[in-house]
């Protein structure tokens, strides 16, 4: 159970870093690359500084790790039974293309188990939030809020996510043998939160990402009833591992989908 004032804590936190990614994404900007390739903003960096600083003092003594934490920070996580999992902007990529699917992503990690999470959308104002036996919710700009939950039983067409700036051939085929499909491209972790309000059903992807990537995503998706699953079966883990890269997985709204059938080499 997270106790109330922790959760309007944090979500006080992702609205504070969407608005200081949307002051950045409304005027010019530059885009630089790091070690990885991978591009990064100045909306990056000062939502990281945002949520960095108002977890620390909401919560002191949980540590926090973010994608752009420095290397010593990294270093040091394994030693955390506790922590907060971030990606301060989910979806650099389609920030850049301006396109409005990009995300402000905060778990909560505890002895591996992403327990509950906050994923917020900067565009639209909308905010996800929701944790495996906490439910799940979706709350609008104007503060309405309503629970969400997976379409279980999943019937055909199943509605498949597809990422709109990483599509990796074993998720392509892995979609191909689904048979009956309705494909929809989208950025970021909107593609859990989909599923978890029952607007898609799958989400494959065998291409690279990080653990700040599904932590967020995982602990909604869960909440509203579905699943993250590795290629074999089970839930995925955080912080657990010297890498902070995952291996692929597959995001389901209904879990009874024979999803391993279709993942088969």
């Known amino acids: 159970m997270i106790e109330p004032a922790l959760r309007e804590g944090v979500i006080r936190i992702a609205h504070q870093a969407a608005a200081e990614i949307l002051q950045v994404y409304e005027g010019a900007f530059d885009i630089e690359r790091k070690d990885d390739r991978s591009p990064v903003t100045a909306a990056d960096l000062a939502a990281h500084r945002c949520i960095v600083d108002g977890l620390a003092r909401l919560t002191p003594a949980i540590p926090v790790l973010s994608e752009e934490s420095a290397a010593g920070d990294i270093a040091e996580r394994c030693q955390w039974a506790r922590l907060w999992l971030v990606d301060p902007l989910d979806g650099t990529r389609e920030f850049i293309k301006r396109n409005g699917e990009f995300t402000v992503n905060i778990a909560l990690i505890e002895s591996g188990v992403a327990t509950w999470g906050v994923i917020q959308a900067p565009v639209t104002g909308a905010l996800w939030h929701g ?18 939950e997976v379409r279980a039983p999943a019937t055909a067409p199943l509605r498949v996510a597809a990422s709109r700036s990483h599509r990796d ?5 892995f979609i191909a043998r689904m048979g009956d499909t309705q494909p929809l491209g989208i950025g970021s972790s909107l593609k859990f939160c989909l ?7 799958v989400y494959p992807r065998f291409g690279p990402t990080s653990e700040w990537d599904t932590a967020a995503g995982q602990a909604v998706l869960e909440g509203a009833g579905g699943g993250l699953y590795d290629p074999r079966g089970r839930p995925f883990r955080y912080n657990q591992r010297e890498s902070l890269l995952n291996g692929g997985f597959v995001a389901l709204g209904d879990t009874s989908l024979p999803w391993q059938d279709w993942a088969a080499v």
Do not use: M
Not at 131 to 148: C, D, K
Not at 169 to 173: E, H, K, L, V, Y
């Open 169 to 173: 051939q074993r998720s392509t085929d």
């Open 195 to 201: 599923i978890a309000e029952g607007g898609l059903d």
């Open 131 to 148: 944790g495996a036996g906490l439910g799940a919710f979706r709350r609008e700009a104007n503060g309405a809020e309503r629970a969400v």
